[in-house]
C-alpha cells in the first residue's frame, strides 16, 4: 500500500508534525467515509484515513504486513453512540487497539508488526453508561463499560462500594476518567490482575465524593492516576 508520508528509500516518516499529516490527508480522494454493515479488512484500496459509521460494535483488520511495511492508518469512529466500540485487530485477529466513539487511532506497521501509535480524542467526548459500585473488593465491584468511552460516570458509592476498569481499557497510553457522583467516597480498582500507583495488585484508589478520577495506562495491567 502506498503512502504519501513514507519516504520510499528512508521508510520513515516525512512530515514531522501531526498538523502537516492531517492537512494531506484532507486532500480530496484522500479519505475514505463509510457506514459499516459488519465487520470490515482493510487493503490497499483503502486511503491512510478511514472515517467509520459504525452501526454496531465492530472489528476492523489491518492491512496484512508484507503489504503494509512503513505505513500509517488513521481510523475515525464518527459514531456518537458510546456502546458502539470499535476493535482494531492486525491480521493474526489479535486485537491491537480499541477505537471509541468519536477518537482517532493513529496506528504504524514496522514491517513486522503493527502498534498503536496515539488515540486522539475529539472535541466532544461522549459519556459511558453509568455504573452503579457494588461489592467490597475488586472480585464484585461494579465493571465499568467494555471500552466504550474516555469518561465513565458512577453512582451509589458509599465509602465501601467500587467499580472495576474493564480489561478493555487497559491499553497502553489509555487516559480514562472515572466521575463519583455520589456523596460518599468510590473505590476504583484496576482491571484483574492491574495495579494502581505501584500499589497491590487489584487493590483501589479513592475518589472522593462530588469528584473523580483520571488515570493513565503506562503498561499492561500498569496504572497511575493523573490527578
Not at 476504583?188 to 490482575?193: D, N, R
Amino acid at each position: 500500500m502506498a503512502d504519501p508520508l513514507i519516504s520510499e528509500t528512508r521508510r520513515e516518516p516525512v512530515y514531522a508534525n501531526l498538523r502537516e499529516m492531517f492537512a494531506l490527508l484532507m486532500c480530496p480522494g484522500s479519505v475514505r467515509t463509510k457506514t459499516t454493515t459488519g465487520n470490515l479488512t482493510l487493503d490497499a484500496t483503502y486511503p491512510t484515513l478511514v472515517s467509520l459509521t459504525l452501526d454496531a460494535a465492530r472489528t476492523v483488520t489491518l492491512d496484512t504486513i508484507a503489504s503494509a511495511s512503513g505505513c500509517w492508518r488513521l481510523l475515525h469512529n464518527v459514531t456518537t453512540a458510546a456502546a458502539y466500540l470499535m476493535t482494531v485487530n492486525n491480521p493474526a485477529a489479535a486485537a491491537v487497539g480499541y477505537v471509541r466513539a468519536g477518537e482517532i487511532g493513529l496506528y504504524y506497521c514496522d514491517g513486522t508488526a503493527w502498534s498503536l501509535v496515539h488515540t486522539i480524542p475529539t472535541s466532544k467526548v461522549i459519556a459511558g453508561a453509568s455504573t452503579a459500585a457494588a461489592g467490597t473488593d475488586s472480585t464484585n465491584a461494579g465493571v465499568l463499560p467494555a471500552g466504550t468511552s474516555s469518561a465513565y460516570p458512577t453512582s451509589a458509592a458509599d465509602g465501601t462500594k467500587g467499580v472495576r476498569i474493564h480489561a478493555n481499557d487497559d491499553v497502553i497510553g489509555r487516559v480514562i476518567e472515572v466521575h463519583n457522583v455520589a456523596a460518599a467516597v468510590l473505590k476504583v480498582y484496576p482491571p484483574v490482575g492491574g495495579t494502581i500507583n505501584g500499589g497491590g495488585v487489584d487493590a483501589s484508589v479513592s475518589s472522593v465524593s462530588g469528584h473523580g478520577v483520571r488515570l493513565l495506562c503506562t503498561a499492561a495491567l500498569t496504572w497511575i492516576v493523573l490527578n
